[in-house]
Structure formats: structure tokens, C-alpha cells
């Protein structure tokens, strides 16, 4: 304080302002003020707005009570306004001694706290923490005229709250609390902790109480959720990743990252294609594209495997790995697709079983249903990408989709078709397709043998011819063997045949037997033992322990039973027994004599052989006795009279030749087969006939010959040996002749 006197004594000059709302006083202490040789009589006070002035107020007596050193005025000062309180003293000498304060300013507005956060500012989410100990907070608190002089601070759960801490007074240059330990201990994690702050001025004026925002403990990661991406992909081809559900409780969650590695199948070598990326806490999904990652594998059996990090705001985490996400290149391995049959009758057939075998088992190949299709597969194999769909068609072909158009069935492997383009009908036989997709689209496909379509009551067409092959015949000399062969064209498959053999007169010859192939060995009776497995491929059957009586007829019955158990019998036109008949002959089709052919070169002749007609010596290569002439003929059927002669009409060889040959036709190469038919006449009328295996024409693509090896030298003087390796065609070679001839021997 400064002073202003005529004496050498140094007054003083103290001072306090307080000014409560609405009335502004002014209030001062003094001493110091003395004289020893005067003596003070009197005191006077001023106010002003510079040292010593009196603008403010002028002298005054009013107000000071001397004795106490105390000054008290009610003033109309203006706020912000620095104001000086001056004291001026008379000694009894009439001296005066003046003395003025410091500056002093009226406030009549209290600090304030624009600024108070809870947490720690340098956490990218501070109203989180992991830390239940210990608090943090920042704040600013301002008071522009007379600054802040103090600050207090409590914590509890709630606004206003001590329940955590109590109140704390800080000094007013204090801004931050770190790491303050709870009086009450470790703070839950139900609850925030919130912080209540007041400021204070040098007047005495308090601030509003400022709150905190709430800061929420959380000590647990981010939990539940799926991650899962593509099954498999092909090569450098995108590939998405998809993630739902996460969550946490106290803090949210705040983002993600994803990693993508490629590897080979065993994981070993795994290499990073993609550096963690972060993404948004909105994101559900995330894309990658090998082609804009110079390090992407690129084979097949290559696998990539994705990691998510799910991070809360509390800064903690939790990785999930996705499924492994495939390259595949190949298409699925295909399987088997049967029909099921659609009418169970006495126990045949059964459901489709797993594995091939089951399928094959369960297998129909005729149905009586012409609402349906029942189909069963499996076996389909994808080992990389595994199979996401199969789709299944019916059509009148294999492999075709104009019965029924392809329909998906997801990843089941048994369906029924009932949607059909065109109706079924009685006859028909459609096959199934099914094609299998797998996890990148590659397709393999499979289709059934098909299944046929039997009405009841309806007669498919079905013979018996007598004889063992060949045309019907119409007599026999022998009285001792019944021969037969038929054709059933039962759509349904037949499981059994039986015959049996009566006398014209209906008298029983030999009752229905089956027509086995194979016999069982533990059979009771070994000379007529019971049959192990029914033979229903040969369609025919002989018995030569007869005893047939010379001009009667015989004749052949059969008995089928297909796979629903329907029967059906048919008969053979019959036989008659001719001791004096001669015995048929053995046919050679081609032009070399004697030789059987099956395919020849030109499509413009005919040619065959015969020989054993009458005597039945096949080696015999002459003209017998027995045989008065021969009638040949030419067709595209053996089994019919007319079409046993539908190329070439008969014609009758010149007496002792054994072959014919027929040129200027214009046949149908490879896909026609023509049989040559000799009918040999006796002498005494009777005509026994016999038809060739058949022959293919048009196969005429040159040969090929080999180098010939022989040695220059030899001991021997009767024989030459000689190698050579085979001959090359487009068929293959019936036999090779060898000759050798003398020359110059070098």
C-alpha cells in the first residue's frame, strides 16, 4: 500500500470488498496511521478510479469507525471498474497523512465452468474404462475479472452424488484429477461414476454445479456374435466375409478389423493378404478382392482364413476366425441316381439305404405310377467346396429334360418329380438327371438307367420260337432234346423265367422249371437241385434227356415273373419230331469260305458260306448226299420269314457249291446288320434251315502293315521264322498268311 504523509511515520492501509447482490458497499480496514508528537484527531476516506482520486466518492467521515480501524460505505460503483480506497489522517498539528489501497474491481458475476469431462481424454472413447480403482477427470473454470480462487470436487454414481468420493477442495489452478483412488473402494460395474464441480471466486461467488458425463466401468470384452464367410471360391475370385450379433452390455461396440491369410490346405506357410483393416461399427459385411492383392494364392486345394476383431469402446477385444473359405477348381465327383419304386407288392424292393450299394439296391427299373417319379442319389463328393445343390430333370433319354425341366432340391438327395411336361404313359421309359453344383458353381452330373412305365392288364409283346436260336423252326429230327428261345419285352424287369414242355394233346412233358444259372450246390437232390440264382439274360433252354415220339408235336410254354411279381405265360407254335429230317448246318457270313466275318469293307455285296447240313459235320468242306439243293437268301431279321429275305430273295447255288456270293446291292454301312439264310432240302422233301451270326458293312479304312523280321541266316532248311508286330485297322485282324519266295540273297 502506498502512502502520502508529512510525517515519517508510514501509515497503512487494508481492505476487503464485498458486495452482495442488489446493494454494492465498500468495506476497508486501516492502521498504521500515527503521530508521536501530534497525535491522530480525525480520519476521512475516499473513492476513485486512480490512486488518491475522489471521483467515486468524495472525503467523508460517514462510515469510519476510527477505533476499530473500519470504513463502511454503500456506493454506486460500476462493474469491471478498478476503484482505489484512500484514507487520509489529521495529526493535532493539522498535518495531513494519506495512504491509498490496491486496485480492486467489482464482480458481480460468479466463475464459471465451461468444461468438465470424466474419463481420460486420450482414450478415443473416454466415457469408458477398464480400470475400477481409480477416476479421472478434466475441466476448465474461468472468471474473467477476478480469476478462480478455489474448486471443489466429489464423485459418486449419480449428479450430485458423494457416493463414491467425498467433497475435495483443489486450488483454483487446478485442472485435472489423474488417478484418483476411490474412497469407497473399487467402483462397480452397474453403475457410472459421475463428477460434480463448483468453482469458487476471491468475492465468494460460487459457480453452478457443473456435471460430469458418466463414465462406465467394463472389464469384459465384447461377446456372442457369428463370423462366417464364402464356403469356397475359385481362384482370384472375390470372396465375402459376414458377421451378426455382437454386442457388449456396458460399453458397445466400437468397430472391427479384419485380417485375411492364404495358406496351403495343411496351413502350413500361411501368408498375410490382407493387413488388419478397420472398419466401421455400422459394417456387417466386408468383400475381398484377390486381383488387388499381388500375395493372393491362386491354386487349387489353396485355402484363405479370415480373423474378426470386435473391439468396445473400453478398448478391449475378441478375434473370431471364420470357416476356411476353399479354392476349387474341380467340379464335384459325381454320384448314383436311381428311381424308387412307387408300389411295394410282396416285399420287393426297399428303401434306399446309404451308400452306393443301398442305392443300388433300391433301384426299379419299372413302376406302375403314372403320377409320379421317386428318385433317390448320393455319392456326390466336393472335398474343397462341398456340394450346395442338386437339381434333378426327367426326360425321354438320358441326359435329356423333356419329360419334367430340372428343378432344385437343395441339398437333399431324395425327391419325388411330379410336374411333368408331358404326360406318362403306359410304355414309356424316362431316365433322371441330376446335377450337382458345388460351392463355386461347378457342376458334375449323373443320370439313372431309367424306369419304365407298366400298365396293368396291358400285354407287351412276348414269343416262344422252338429251337435254340434263330428262326421258329417247325420240325426236328431229334427225338430225344425239346429246345426253345424266346423274347419278352415286359418294360418291367423280368426276375425269373420258367418252362415247360407238353405234348400237342396237352399232355405234360416237363413241368415249369426255372431257367437257372446258377445251381445251388447244397441242394438235397444233386441231380435235380434247386436253382441258386436265376438266369435272366440267355432266353433259352434246352433238355436232351427226352424220349419223343416220332410224329407227334411238341410244344414249349414259358413263364415270366418281373420284379412286381405279375406272371405270364406264352407259348410256342410247336415242333414236330422227323427222325428222316436232316440236320441243320453251320453259316459263314464274308467272301473268304468257311472263315465267319463280322464287319466287311464294301457296302455293295453279300457273301456267304455253309457246310454240315444233312450229316452235321461242321469240318466237312464238300457237297453230301444228303442234301438234294439249298435255298439262300439275303435280310435284315433272322427271326422272320420275311425279313429273312428282304435284301436278297432266295436263290438256289448251282448243285455241289457251298457259298454265294451277291454283288450290285446298295447297303447301309455300320449301323445295319445283315444275315445270310440257307434252307437245305433232302432228297426225300425235307427242309431243315440254318441262319448266319450276322455281319456290319462299311467298316472300310485301309491296313496298316508292320516291317516284317526275318533272319539273314539260319540252320534250318525246312522252316523260317519270322516277326512282325500287329497290323493296324479300325477293326481287327481276323487272322495273317505268310508266304516266302526265293531271290537274290543279299
Not at 495512504?99 to 466463475?111: E, I, K, R
Not at 482370384?236 to 495358406?263: H, K, M, N, T
Not at 493372393?296 to 478375434?319: C, E, K
Not at 443300388?360 to 467346396?385: I, P
Request: proline share 6%; with cysteine.
Amino acid at each position: 500500500m502506498g502512502t502520502r504523509a508529512c510525517e515519517t511515520t508510514d501509515p497503512s492501509l487494508d481492505y476487503a470488498l464485498h458486495l452482495p447482490q442488489p446493494v454494492l458497499q465498500v468495506s476497508i480496514t486501516f492502521d498504521g496511521f500515527s503521530s508521536e508528537r501530534c497525535g491522530i484527531v480525525a480520519y476521512e476516506w475516499a473513492v476513485g478510479t486512480i490512486p488518491l482520486a475522489t471521483d467515486a466518492m468524495t472525503h467523508t467521515i460517514e462510515g469510519i469507525v476510527a477505533h476499530n480501524g473500519v470504513a463502511l460505505a454503500s456506493l454506486d460503483l460500476t462493474p469491471g471498474t478498478k476503484y482505489y480506497v484512500k484514507v487520509r489522517a489529521e495529526t493535532g498539528c493539522g498535518a495531513l497523512l494519506e495512504s491509498s489501497s490496491d486496485a480492486f474491481t467489482v464482480d458481480l458475476n460468479p466463475p464459471t465452468i465451461p468444461v468438465l469431462t470424466a474419463g481420460q481424454a486420450t482414450r478415443e472413447w473416454p466415457s469408458f474404462q477398464t480400470d475400477k480403482a481409480l477416476v479421472f477427470a478434466q475441466w476448465q473454470a474461468s472468471d474473467p475479472q477476478t480469476g478462480v480462487a478455489s474448486l471443489e470436487y466429489r464423485v459418486g454414481d449419480r449428479p450430485f452424488s458423494a457416493g463414491y468420493h467425498p467433497r475435495t477442495a483443489v486450488g483454483g489452478d487446478v485442472d485435472v484429477v489423474e488417478g484418483l483412488r476411490m474412497a469407497a473402494g473399487d467402483l462397480p460395474m452397474t453403475l457410472p461414476y459421475i463428477f460434480t464441480l463448483v468453482a469458487s471466486s476471491p468475492s465468494g461467488l460460487r459457480s453452478v454445479e457443473r456435471i460430469s458425463n458418466g463414465v462406465t466401468i467394463d472389464a469384459t470384452a465384447p461377446g456372442g456374435g457369428t463370423f462366417s464367410c464364402d464356403a469356397a471360391v475359385r481362384p482370384r475370385d472375390p470372396f465375402a466375409c459376414r458377421w451378426e450379433g455382437f454386442a457388449d452390455a456396458e460399453s458397445a461396440v466400437a468397430g472391427y478389423s479384419i485380417q485375411i491369410l492364404g495358406a496351403d490346405r495343411s496351413g502350413a506357410g500361411d501368408q498375410i493378404l490382407l493387413a488388419p483393416l478397420s472398419l466401421s461399427r455400422d459394417t456387417r459385411t466386408y468383400t475381398y478382392h484377390p486381383l488387388l492383392s499381388s500375395r493372393s494364392p491362386g491354386q487349387h486345394a489353396y485355402v484363405y482364413r479370415a480373423s474378426l476383431t470386435v473391439f468396445n469402446r473400453a478398448g478391449l477385444s475378441i478375434v473370431s476366425l471364420s470357416n476356411t473359405i476353399a479354392m476349387d477348381t474341380s467340379p464335384p465327383v459325381a454320384g448314383i441316381v436311381v428311381e424308387l419304386t412307387t408300389t411295394w407288392t410282396e416285399g420287393r424292393g426297399q428303401p434306399a439305404q446309404a451308400g452306393a450299394d443301398g442305392l443300388r439296391a433300391a433301384d426299379v427299373q419299372c413302376q406302375v405310377s403314372q403320377t409320379e417319379v421317386r428318385l433317390a442319389w448320393g455319392g456326390f463328393v466336393d472335398a474343397e467346396s462341398g456340394i450346395a445343390q442338386y437339381s434333378v430333370a426327367l426326360g425321354s433319354q438320358p441326359g435329356t429334360d423333356d419329360v419334367a425341366g430340372y428343378r432344385s432340391f437343395g441339398t437333399a438327395t431324395r425327391g419325388t418329380v411330379t410336374d411333368f411336361l408331358q404326360p406318362l404313359s403306359c410304355g414309356d421309359t424316362v431316365y433322371a438327371t441330376v446335377i450337382a453344383t458345388n460351392g463355386v458353381g461347378l457342376t458334375v452330373h449323373a443320370m439313372s438307367n431309367g424306369v419304365s412305365i407298366r400298365c396293368e392288364g396291358r400285354q407287351h409283346p412276348a414269343a416262344v420260337y422252338d429251337g435254340l436260336a434263330g428262326p421258329d423252326r417247325q420240325q426236328q429230327s431229334s427225338t430225344l432234346q425239346i429246345e426253345a428261345h424266346w423274347v419278352f419285352e415286359d418294360p418291367c424287369p423280368i426276375v425269373q423265367y420258367e418252362w415247360a414242355i407238353y405234348r400237342a394233346d396237352r399232355v405234360l412233358v416237363q413241368d415249369f422249371t426255372v431257367v437257372c444259372a446258377r445251381p445251388d450246390p447244397n441242394s438235397k437232390d444233386p441231380r435235380n437241385p434247386d436253382c441258386a440264382e436265376a438266369d435272366t439274360v440267355s432266353n433259352f433252354a434246352s433238355n436232351d434227356g427226352l424220349t419223343l415220339t416220332a410224329g407227334l408235336a411238341y410244344y414249349v410254354a414259358v413263364r415270366s415273373t418281373n420284379v412286381l411279381g405279375h406272371t405270364r405265360v406264352v407259348r410256342s407254335n410247336g415242333v414236330s419230331v422227323n427222325p428222316t429230317l436232316p440236320l441243320p448246318g453251320v453259316v459263314f457270313d464274308g467272301v473268304i469260305d468257311f472263315v465267319d466275318m463280322s464287319v466287311q469293307a464294301t457296302t455293295t455285296l453279300l457273301s456267304c458260306s455253309w457246310t454240315a447240313f444233312g450229316d452235321g459235320d461242321p469240318l466237312r468242306r464238300r457237297p453230301t448226299e444228303l442234301i438234294d439243293f439249298f435255298d439262300v437268301s439275303f435280310g435284315t431279321d433272322r427271326t422272320d420269314a420275311q425279313t429273312q429275305a428282304d435284301v436278297v430273295a432266295k436263290q438256289r447255288p448251282a448243285t455241289g457249291q457251298q457259298h454265294l456270293l451277291v454283288t450290285g446291292l446298295s447297303l447301309v454301312p455300320r449301323s445295319q446288320k445283315y444275315f445270310c439264310t440257307v434252307a437245305a432240302t433232302a432228297p426225300n422233301g425235307d427242309v431243315v434251315q440254318s441262319t448266319s451270326n450276322g455281319i456290319f458293312v462299311g467298316y472300310g479304312t485301309p491296313v496298316l502293315s508292320q516291317v516284317v523280321e526275318a533272319p539273314r541266316f539260319q540252320a534250318s532248311t525246312s522252316s523260317i521264322q519270322v516277326q512282325f508286330k500287329p497290323f493296324r485297322a479300325s477293326v481287327d485282324m481276323m487272322f495273317y498268311q505268310v508266304t516266302n519266295g526265293g531271290g537274290n540273297p543279299n
